[in-house]
């Protein structure tokens, strides 16, 4: 019977997809950092852009989020306390 979890061959390819990951994100910042470096007007420009662009896509796709995130979840965790209860 197998155990459940992940098994040899699994960790080794998940390790390999992370390397692969990290190294790419690591070039794509030292992208970033030589673009920082030679042209810092065009972040300026770039940020708030990207800023409004993520706001207009939260509000079209999730038009209900807003408030605090930490009464969300107390009322969710009192929920699953309220059916820990009943069973």
């Keep these: 019977m197998k155990k459940a979890g992940l098994m040899p061959d699994d960790k080794k390819v998940i390790s390999i997809i992370h390397s692969i990951l990290v190294l790419t994100f690591i070039s794509l910042i030292a992208i970033a950092k030589i673009r920082l470096v030679n042209n810092p ?41 309220y059916k820990a209860n009943i069973r």
């Design 41 to 81: 007007i065009i972040f300026l420009i770039i940020t708030p852009l990207l800023f409004w662009v993520s706001a207009y896509i939260c509000r079209k796709f999730a038009p209900y989020a807003a408030g605090n995130i930490i009464m969300s979840v107390k009322i969710a965790l009192e929920d699953l306390q």
